[in-house]
């Protein structure tokens, strides 16, 4: 099989079930920032593999990614094609309860916030704190699209992203922390 298809060649793009749309549709632009997100990630957990490495962080990185995938998956499927019973496709309240575990696993190691802190550090800390950035602009357009077609997007879609976004925070901190960077507040 071909990477290339040339079925997109005029600018259109399939979703699940086949229909074609525009890749400027809001739909194509939320899953793509979704992709990016998921990137962004990737490059935050293979900095994350250099020592001195935050052992804990690549595994959870890892599964986030999946976990994007599916968020990916049921972004672009607005008339819920996937079937139910392909459990990676699945995004649940399940999966956001996972995100607050690791959350407060990790902040029990950190410092208090007392003030806003700067984004940097470590090039693993660094990394993360862009994937949050990229993690908010694919929240903002999930919400977007969420308000000119509410009965397509699961409401634990938007759930798992904004919580996602809290632990990228806390983890681009925690890789800071164990790489000896401190922190610099604003």
């Given at each position: 099989m071909k990477i290339y298809t040339r079925t997109g060649d005029r600018g259109d793009t399939g979703l699940f079930g086949g229909v074609r749309v525009s890749k400027a549709d809001p739909r194509v632009a939320a899953y793509g920032d979704v992709d990016e997100l998921n990137a962004?990630?990737?490059f935050a957990r293979a900095t994350l593999l250099q020592p001195p490495a935050?052992?804990?962080l690549p595994p959870m990185l890892e599964?986030?990614?999946?976990?994007?995938?599916?968020?990916g998956a049921r972004l672009a499927d607005p008339a819920h094609h996937i079937a139910e019973r392909v459990a990676k496709a699945a995004v649940s309240a399940a999966d956001v309860a996972r995100l607050e575990g690791w959350i407060d696993q990790l902040e029990g190691s950190l410092p208090p916030l007392r003030r806003f802190i700067l984004a940097g550090g470590a090039p693993g800390?660094?990394?993360?704190?862009?994937?949050?950035t990229a993690c908010r602009r694919a929240e903002r357009a999930i919400v977007a699209l969420h308000g000119l077609a509410p009965?397509?997007?699961e409401p634990d879609l938007l759930v798992y992203v904004n919580r996602l976004s809290d632990l990228l925070f806390v983890m681009a901190r925690s890789a800071n922390q164990h790489a000896g960077m401190p922190e610099l507040e604003w």
């Open positions: 962004w990630i990737g935050a052992t804990e599964q986030i990614q999946r976990d994007l995938f599916a968020l800390g660094a990394a993360l704190h862009v994937a949050r009965d397509t997007i």
